[in-house]
């Protein structure tokens, strides 16, 4: 079988900064998987700017940003489309490739599989199942990286960070949301949120309303809210569920040995946040190696 | 729709779908119409998925006979489609002393219908066959026949199997009227006119409506909503068994069963509903499933939960099936087969097949049989991404191998819907928070052949 001193599972800022820092200390036997045919991670899809400040000191826009981390790792043994299956005990990680399935043992493994949005069922969300209903991430990716518009005219549920990201991901390609909805009094992204949701971008934000239904047979036709008791009907053509992250730990469920980096500790950071603990995880890695 | 057709199959579903096989395997010229944009899109598209016994099924009712003859013939054919089968046996699981002094009366009637190897189990067996079940549960009914399937493959499969013996399939075709003149149908359908001999209706939420094309009809469906939750696949191996419930009079009740794709699942609700087509969940009714499987299974506490459904089941005034020839109007009415379908499908095609033979005359000597095994979904055995391609849903491991073929078969998905049921792609724990761009691009690029 195939040994490594280490491997890092995920490609995105925290696992491509691991794997660069490694390969500087004088690591050399380090592969990093990434289950997706490019790597980069969540940035990837990102077409806003804002990204690059702490590792380049530059204002770039998400795949900017990831094609200069995947430049950085030129080189190094990056593995794309490589899906982990499982981790095994003695660290021996079962992987799927285009070729197969193969194994690959690793004296120290680094979990940097990020982060993603609460979806639809989790939260429980009554109505009916028409299409039109996703999460920020996933309309990131129709819109940027597929060109494709979902609906014309959504409601955004939430109002964290990326909430307004999704603003910005629906006015590239000229979707105007109904409106901003919020179940407490204020909203959740720091305080001059909600009047740049309005008077930049026209989207009114509507606080103390929660979500009771979505409706629609084929295509999202309409949501059901409440507001101080009062219940009522909103058209829209699509749902944005926003927030609420959750790591992508499913490979944590065997509780093998393993150091984790970036958004999958739980709570959510920025890609530089992320970039720099991946960096920070390799130098521990290095040390422990030594 | 130019020709004539010796029999029209109305719905799509799995009832409708195992007739159509027959007749088709028969060497009858056969065509089916359903309304959904895909087959499966009613009754059939969201339920337990088990293969059952009949043990609890009401005794000599036809329903009981049709399950029977379905669940020994899914046996029999399920090696030849490739169709699977999870053996894991059935508890029904007494909670309270009431319900406790139910159970020798559920063994009885097990073997009443036949199904002997039914048997009681005290609360120490039933500790060591389900440890992480709570302490709250008494003793048990073991039910070792009763497995767990998956919802698609069966009925896709017998429609691959029509399909190869030369029926058609039409889609986006609901029934609007019909006129029965010299012997021959005339049904209109947005899909446009289709003459058939015989008119076979297995509508199911729709089948009153339908059945008034040929005669008042003698059953009226009052649509039952089912509401399930899905946890995820780290809660699956906290159960072994289907944990049933000791069935009230008018339902089963609400069951915990592991599924075939590894997730573990809690429902059906049963709330009589007047809505036939959509059926809506509820954020409160959720929330009580969830508490109620936590609390058979403390350990489910902190389990996500990956998918939430609710479908409608065709239920009657009547206790039974409505299965009847109407002799002088060549139409077949197959109503009111609730929940029981998928077990009893192809029991009940056989039985439409010795209606028709008692009716409308003998079947022609049948062509050799042409097998059609369909993709395999299940986890248990051997899947496409095992021999390597690319994954493009990381939760399901849904190759794009996978998504390609199901766009390029006999029967393609008409809707993303039907490509989430024929490949599982968007049906994990991120619900396409990762992939459903990527799919949803490559469905255009196969339907419109642009992404």
């Known amino acids: ?290 | 729709m130019s020709g004539q057709f010796d029999i029209a199959v109305i719905g799509g579903g799995v009832v409708g779908l195992a007739i159509l096989r027959r007749f088709a395997m028969a060497g009858l010229n056969s065509v089916l119409l359903e309304r959904g944009a895909d087959i499966l899109s009613g009754a059939s598209k969201a339920n337990s998925a088990l293969l059952h016994t009949g043990f609890d099924a009401p005794p000599g009712s036809l329903e009981l006979a049709c399950m029977q003859a379905g669940y020994a013939e899914y046996l029999a054919i399920r090696d030849k489609l490739n169709l699977p089968l999870v053996k894991s046996s059935a508890l029904v699981v007494a909670w309270t002393d009431e319900e406790v002094a139910k159970l020798d009366g559920i063994v009885a009637k097990a073997h009443a219908n036949g199904v002997n190897d039914v048997r009681r189990i005290n609360s120490n067996e039933l500790r060591a066959a389900e440890p992480h079940l709570s302490n709250l549960a008494h003793d048990a009914v073991r039910v070792p026949g009763e497995h767990i399937i998956d919802p698609w493959s069966a009925p896709l499969a017998y429609a691959h199997q029509a399909l190869a013996h030369g029926a058609v399939i039409l889609r986006n075709a609901e029934v609007t009227g019909g006129k029965f003149a010299n012997g021959m149908w005339t049904l209109a359908s947005r899909a446009g006119d289709v003459a058939a001999r015989i008119v076979i209706n297995a509508a199911g939420n729709f089948g009153d409506l339908v059945e008034a094309i040929a005669r008042p009809s003698p059953f009226r469906i009052t649509p039952r909503k089912g509401q399930f939750v899905v946890f995820d696949k780290s809660a699956a191996q906290c159960v072994n068994a289907i944990i049933l419930p000791v069935p009230s009079e008018r339902t089963k009740g609400v069951v915990l069963f592991r599924t075939a794709f590894g997730n573990l699942a809690i429902g059906p609700t049963a709330e009589d509903v007047d809505e036939r087509e959509i059926a809506t969940c509820d954020t409160a009714t959720l929330e009580r499933l969830k508490a109620r499987a936590i609390e058979m299974v403390p350990a489910l506490a902190g389990v996500g939960v990956n998918a939430i459904y609710a479908g409608l089941r065709p239920a009657t005034e009547h206790k039974d099936y409505v299965i009847e020839a109407v002799g002088p109007g060549n139409w077949i009415t197959v109503g009111g087969i609730r929940s029981t379908g998928l077990t009893a499908a192809l029991g009940i095609a056989s039985h439409v097949i010795r209606l028709y033979t008692e009716h409308f005359g003998r079947l022609p000597d049948p062509p050799e049989p042409i097998w059609t095994p369909v993709p395999n979904l299940t986890e248990d055995r051997h899947r496409p991404y095992q021999d390597g391609g690319e994954i493009v849903c990381h939760c399901e491991w849904v190759t794009r191998g996978e998504i390609e073929r199901a766009m390029e078969s006999p029967l393609p998905a008409g809707d993303l819907n039907g490509l989430k049921r024929r490949t599982r792609a968007m049906m994990g724990r991120c619900q396409g928070f990762n992939c459903s761009a990527h799919v949803a691009a490559i469905f255009r690029e196969k339907i419109h052949g642009t992404a």
């Open chain 1, 1 to 290: 079988m195939e040994q490594r001193d280490v491997v890092i599972i995920g490609g995105g800022p925290a696992g491509l900064a691991a794997a660069r820092r490694l390969a500087d200390l004088g690591v050399t036997s380090v592969t990093v998987l990434e289950r997706e045919q490019e790597a980069g991670g969540i940035p990837r899809h990102c077409g806003h700017s804002g990204f690059g400040w702490q590792s380049h000191r530059r204002i770039w826009t998400g795949p900017r940003f990831a094609g200069e981390l995947r430049r950085s790792v030129e080189g190094l043994d990056i593995r794309t489309g490589s899906t982990v299956l499982k981790i095994e005990p003695d660290s021996i990680i079962r992987i799927q490739n285009n070729n197969g399935v193969t194994e690959l043992q690793a004296r120290r493994i680094l979990i940097a599989t990020g982060t993603r949005e609460t979806p639809r069922a989790a939260r429980l969300i009554g109505g009916s199942r028409p299409q039109g209903v996703m999460n920020t991430g996933a309309l990131q990716a129709h819109i940027y990286l597929r060109q494709h518009k979902p609906f014309a005219r959504p409601v955004i549920i939430g109002s964290e960070w990326v909430s307004f990201s999704a603003i910005l991901t629906c006015r590239h390609l000229g979707i105007k949301p109904v409106a901003m909805i919020e179940e407490n009094a204020r909203i959740s992204a720091p305080r001059p949120g909600d009047l740049i949701a309005n008077l930049l971008y026209g989207v009114p934000v509507w606080t103390r309303t929660k979500l009771i239904a979505i409706e629609g047979r084929t295509q999202v036709e309409s949501i059901e809210i409440e507001c101080d008791g009062v219940r009522r009907h909103v058209a829209c053509d699509g749902v944005i569920l926003t927030g609420q992250f959750e790591p992508d730990a499913s490979l944590l469920m065997n509780k093998a040995d393993v150091m984790l980096a970036g958004n999958v500790q739980g709570q959510l950071k920025t890609s530089g946040v992320c970039w720099r603990e991946g960096r920070d995880a390799a130098e521990r890695l290095a040390r422990e190696l030594a």
